[in-house]
């Protein structure tokens, strides 16, 4: 049995007021939740959410970690720096990143092998543009960022990795992979890991889906049998719409 995980990713969302305004509201919502919950918030929101969400479910993550302990990489965040803070998770290789700031299956990749030596938990992000789509090569595209993702990573470390698909058609879109569709693609991608792997360590990996994932379609989409849980972007940033994602079995 898989425990579904639901994670917020707030991107470029929130000041340090806001962080405590929605995760006070969130606490007491996503109280005694069947799914682990996460909020994925921005650098500068992390100490702030860190001390609310002390003693509740809810666990704390960031968006991008550097692959060096330390050095002259201006910007950058190091894996001990969220260690300290008391992240437990960290989003890797979101196409927004792979798109806007060149990060490639070898820097993914590299962050992966950073975080998980630190004790971080990636969720590794991985999806198909809408051309790759049209062009029937979502396949070869899943194929290509999985061994990618994943060059070095043994068994063992799946206990602590996360995937989200992530449609990039679907993000921020208000277009959502119709059910049927995201865990046909979730198969590919978790077959894939048992090529790399074997089917058991397989069928134990938690794979999310991300996308315009929002209440009125959360509990379709988590009632596939492949799909383990979401990435939630935009709904994630109301305290009442992330804790319905959260909760999707009540609805
Ligand atoms: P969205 O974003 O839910 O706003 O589509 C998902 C994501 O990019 O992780």
């Avoid at 049209?134 to 290509?144: A, C, D, G, P, T």
């Avoid at 206990?159 to 449609?167: F, L, R, T």
Wanted: net charge positive; proline share 2%.
């Amino acid at each position: 049995m898989r425990k579904p995980i639901i994670a917020g990713n707030w991107k470029m969302n929130n000041t340090i007021a806001a962080t405590k305004a929605l995760v006070t509201d969130l606490i007491p919502l996503v109280k005694g939740a069947k799914s682990e919950v996460v909020i994925c918030t921005p650098y500068t929101d992390l100490a702030t959410a860190a001390e609310l969400v002390k003693g509740t479910n809810i666990h704390l993550g960031a968006e991008n970690v550097h692959w060096a302990e330390s050095g002259a990489f201006t910007g950058e965040i190091s894996a001990d720096m969220l260690v300290e803070l008391g992240v437990e998770y960290v989003i890797i290789g979101h196409s927004e990143r792979r798109q806007y700031f060149g990060e490639t299956d070898e820097t993914v990749n590299k962050r992966v092998k950073a975080a998980l030596a630190k004790g971080l938990k990636p969720i590794i992000c991985v999806g198909e543009t809408l051309e790759q789509r049209e062009k029937n090569r979502v396949k070869s595209v899943l194929k290509k960022q999985t061994i990618g993702a994943f060059q070095d990573v043994t068994e063992e470390d799946l206990a602590n990795i996360v995937i989200a698909y992530e449609p990039v058609w679907a993000i921020g879109t208000g277009k959502t992979a119709t059910a049927q569709d995201a865990n046909d693609t979730i198969k590919i991608i978790r077959n894939q890991i048992a090529k790399l792997y074997n089917r058991k360590a397989a069928n134990k990996l938690r794979i999310q889906y991300g996308g315009s994932m929002k209440p009125a379609n959360a509990a379709e989409l988590m009632a596939m049998k492949e799909i383990d849980g979401g990435l939630i972007g935009g709904a994630s940033l109301k305290a009442a719409d992330f804790a319905k994602i959260v909760k999707y079995y009540e609805a």
